[in-house]
C-alpha cells in the first residue's frame, strides 16, 4: 500500500515559480514510475509530467515542455515539480499518482493517488 502527499501549491503571479512535492509512504516507492496530473475547474484531469521508477527517463505534457521539470528522489521517497514561467493557464488542482513500473512509460493506469494541492497563478 501506498499513500502519496502532496505540498507546495499556492498563488503565484504569471511568470512566477513554485516547487511542489510529492511524499510517499510505503517500501516500493523506486519500483513505481510517477506523475503529476492537474484539473481545472470544469476541466478532464490531463497529464503534465512524468518519470521513471529510476529517474533516468522523464515525460512532459507539451504544453508544459521547457518550463516545467520532474524529478524524484528516491532514498526520500519524495518526486517533485519544479515549476517555472508560470501562466494563468496552469491553475487548477495538481495530483501527485503511482504506477507500478512497466516495460514502457504510460500516461493513464495509474494506481496510486495524492489528495492534490491547488496552484493558482494570477495575472
Known amino acids: 500500500q501506498v499513500q502519496l502527499v502532496e505540498s507546495g501549491g499556492g498563488l503565484v503571479q504569471a511568470g512566477g515559480s513554485l516547487r511542489l512535492s510529492c511524499a510517499a509512504s510505503?517500501?516500493?516507492?523506486?519500483?513505481?514510475?510517477m506523475g503529476w496530473f492537474r484539473q481545472a475547474p470544469g476541466k478532464e484531469r490531463e497529464f503534465v509530467a512524468g518519470?521513471?521508477?529510476?529517474?533516468?527517463?522523464?515525460y512532459y505534457a507539451d504544453s508544459v515542455k521547457g518550463r516545467f521539470t520532474i524529478s524524484r528522489d528516491n532514498a526520500k521517497n519524495t518526486v517533485y515539480l519544479q515549476m517555472n514561467s508560470l501562466k494563468p493557464e496552469d491553475t487548477a488542482v495538481y495530483y501527485c499518482?503511482?504506477?507500478?513500473?512497466?516495460?514502457?512509460?504510460?500516461?493513464?493506469?495509474?494506481?496510486?493517488w495524492g489528495q492534490g494541492t491547488q496552484v493558482t497563478v494570477s495575472s
Open positions: 499518482a503511482g504506477r507500478h513500473a512497466r516495460p514502457v512509460f504510460s500516461d493513464n493506469d495509474y494506481d496510486y
Open positions: 510505503g517500501r516500493t516507492f523506486s519500483s513505481l514510475d
Open positions: 518519470i521513471r521508477w529510476s529517474g533516468r527517463s522523464t
